[in-house]
């Protein structure tokens, strides 16, 4: 989908509007690709690539804003993203690759699973049970982010770990 701004918009809406009046109802149902003007065609590659331009101007004053959050706002805007509740808890939720806590209070959970409340508030929850990990209140941990979204959590120290989701 090419998001478009402004004249370019008025463009492609008022040629959409154009072709249906000139070739009617009856004849549009009826139409196969071979029956579309050539004039019309020209038109419509014209008004797409106006409104791509446009983006891409946008865009590229994008590239010069150096905060990720900031960047990321300026390429939504400039692509026509409207602004959603989604995409604000997106850049609240950008975490580093790697956080290090103290583990306030340890809940063990079935199948020899943890939930974990840390000292900053988050509360994690293993999704891997390891004999050799055992968590306890005031441990030093780390949580690192791995592919795909994935987490693992370890005792600082230790290069076992096992995965892990934040709950909260």
């Known amino acids: 989908m090419i998001a478009t701004n402004g004249r370019c918009t008025n463009y492609i809406a008022g040629m959409a509007l154009v072709y249906v009046i000139i070739i009617g109802p009856s004849t549009a149902r009826n139409c196969s690709m071979q029956k579309i003007s050539p004039a019309f065609t020209l038109a419509m590659i014209f008004a797409l690539k106006c409104a791509q331009g ?10 010069q804003l150096s905060d990720d959050a900031t960047r990321l706002s300026c390429y939504d805007a400039a692509m026509g993203v ?7 808890k997106l850049h609240s939720a950008i975490e580093p690759k790697n956080v290090s806590a103290h583990v306030r209070e340890v809940t063990p959970l079935p199948a020899g699973l943890y939930r974990l409340t840390l000292d900053n508030g988050q509360v994690w929850e293993t999704t891997q049970a390891d004999s050799a990990l055992v968590f306890r209140a005031n441990d030093a941990i780390v949580i690192s982010r791995g592919l795909l979204g994935s987490n693992q959590v370890a005792l600082s ?3 076992t770990s096992v995965g892990a989701i934040r709950k909260q």
């Open 157 to 159: 120290g230790h290069t």
């Open 54 to 63: 446009q983006d891409l101007h946008a865009m590229q004053a994008c590239t």
């Open 82 to 88: 409207p602004k959603s509740a989604g995409t604000a």
